[in-house]
């Protein structure tokens, strides 16, 4: 059209000139894509993650209706599915924010408002950096200082066994070093496929990631009954079921445990490092709650220092990955996606391939690195900042501590459900009964009953939590999946709506029956 106008056109007219043109002659030709449901990776169509699955959708329909001025018998959604500490009102950490800060903009160096122990902190990471700046590529291990500040901080909480800086390798979150390992791991077709063993309740990280990659999911299932500890005969039972179709080759935990709380004894986590050592197995240990332990009686116990204390024969030949994140303990910073993972006894020719693997992604965020680099070196005794952050880290673990406590008494008061005492981290796992009529319905419906159970549970009451079938459970039995991270007060509200529905639901389906 625009050839013969008269007027000089603009060139978006032109360029819808030529739009027009190309759509009267593409007219009832139109392109297939290219990528569909048909031509989709299908690994990547299993991959499930309930966290942030469909009950965490209908969540945000129902706030977006809230706000558009919508009514429910509810003011609000809350949503306890997710450990994200600051979105539900935990406050940052004074220093490490104050450190972050400074190598974000350095000219702050120059406020009295920053103390000079953070401004040192952040000189020192600076000077780590390309150009002195956190807008540069780092090593893809990691800021060396880091890498060493992170191998200083190992050694001291597990009382002076070494720790090599050249084995730790920061990570985006510590979901990004569990994937760099399991890549590495995942191979063999068939009956040789890589077998994963994880464990039941597992955080769905797991189970999408083996999925992803196509290897083999080997459960084995933790012991509610006996406070979710790991059974030493269980982990046979499961491995040698597992060998019949698949090579298991890496045994994965998480300790303390998400989504069931608990804290592994020292005893256990023996047995586990013994198991492994006879099969041959690498070890991945999920640690990113070290600091979460709120039971007295409960110690963390780091499964390398337990593997020193085995002697010279384990210690030098185990395979161990430990993981930890910025995004849990007393910090909270899940958008950081700051973590680290420290690697040894890996052979040094697939070390050579891992460090190849990391430089794919050139380097984890500088900032989550920084954040990292205060963690596992706070101040000190002698420092100025001390007193405050000792104040502020120690309010908040023990707000958790009241909180698991709180959460454990007001669930088992409820008549059908029992939740098991939250020994660590950050998370409640109760049991529900779901009356037989209930569990028909939901099947008929073609869902979970305990997905069935939530999704009543969010309409009826604006509380979104995750239904146990997300992380797997044994057949015949349901819970959910709450985070203890909201403020005590709307916690109450929470606790007190679940028990209020549960016995509404109760009484629902028993007068079917």
């Not at 104050?98 to 953070?118: G, I, K």
């Not at 409960?298 to 204390?309: A, D, G, M, P, W």
């Not at 709180?406 to 009964?433: D, H, S």
Request: charged fraction near 25%; proline fraction near 6%.
């Amino acid at each position: 059209c625009f050839f013969y106008s008269e007027k000089r056109l603009t060139s978006s007219e032109r360029l819808r000139c030529i739009a027009k043109a190309s759509a009267g002659r593409l007219e009832g030709k139109l392109r297939e894509k290219t990528l569909t449901l048909d031509t989709l990776n299908p690994q990547v169509k299993a991959v499930e993650y309930a966290v942030r699955g469909p009950i965490v959708i209908k969540a945000g329909e129902i706030e977006r209706y809230l706000e558009e001025g919508g009514t429910k018998p509810f003011s609000e959604v809350i949503k306890a599915n997710i450990g994200d500490a600051h979105a539900m009102g935990q406050q940052p950490i004074t220093f490490l924010r104050q450190v972050v800060a400074l190598c974000t903009f350095p000219e702050l160096m120059d406020s009295p408002s920053f103390p000079e122990d953070a401004k040192w902190r952040a000189r020192r990471i600076l000077q780590g950096c390309g150009g002195h700046s956190l807008g540069s590529y780092s090593a893809s291990p990691g800021v060396e200082c880091i890498r060493k500040d992170i191998a200083a901080y190992i050694e001291q909480r597990d009382e002076g066994v070494p720790s090599d800086w050249e084995n730790i390798y920061l990570t985006t979150g510590a979901s990004d070093g569990i994937m760099t390992i399991l890549r590495l791991l995942v191979s063999g077709k068939d009956s040789s496929r890589t077998g994963v063993m994880i464990p039941i309740p597992q955080y769905p990280l797991y189970s999408a990631a083996i999925s992803e990659m196509d290897a083999v999911q080997v459960n084995y299932y933790l012991d509610e009954d006996n406070c979710w500890a790991l059974d030493i005969n269980e982990l046979y039972r499961a491995y040698q079921a597992a060998k019949l179709h698949c090579q298991p080759r890496v045994i994965c935990i998480i300790n303390p445990g998400n989504p069931t709380g608990q804290v592994q004894s020292k005893k256990c986590i023996e047995e586990v490092l013994h198991f492994a050592y006879e099969e041959n197995l690498f070890v991945m240990s999920d640690e990113v709650y070290q600091d979460n332990v709120y039971t007295p009686d409960c110690q963390f116990h780091s499964f390398k220092k337990v593997l020193y204390e085995m002697g010279p024969e384990y210690f030098n030949s185990v395979e161990l990955a430990s993981f930890h994140s910025t995004s849990k303990g007393y910090t909270g910073e899940c958008g950081f996606r700051g973590g680290y993972m420290e690697v040894i006894n890996m052979d040094p020719e697939v070390k050579a391939q891992m460090v190849k693997l990391l430089s794919v992604r050139l380097c984890p965020p500088l900032a989550g690195q920084a954040a990292m680099d205060v963690i596992v070196n706070p101040p000190q005794p002698d420092e100025h900042s001390y007193k405050q952050f000792r104040q502020e880290k120690s309010s908040v673990l023990g707000a958790l501590a009241d909180k698991a406590k709180l959460t454990e008494q007001i669930l088992n008061a409820v008549p059908g459900i029992k939740c098991n005492p939250v020994q660590g981290a950050m998370y409640a796992f109760p049991r529900i009964f779901i009356p037989p009529k209930a569990v028909e319905e939901a099947k008929a419906l073609g869902m979970q009953p305990d997905m069935f159970y939530c999704l009543r549970l969010l309409e009826e009451t604006g509380i979104c939590v995750v239904p146990g079938s997300g992380f797997g459970q044994k057949d015949g039995t349901y819970h959910f999946r709450m985070t203890i991270l909201p403020s005590i007060e709307k916690l109450k509200v929470l606790l007190g709506k679940v028990r209020d529905f549960h016995i509404r639901f109760l009484k629902e389906y028993s007068a079917l029956e």
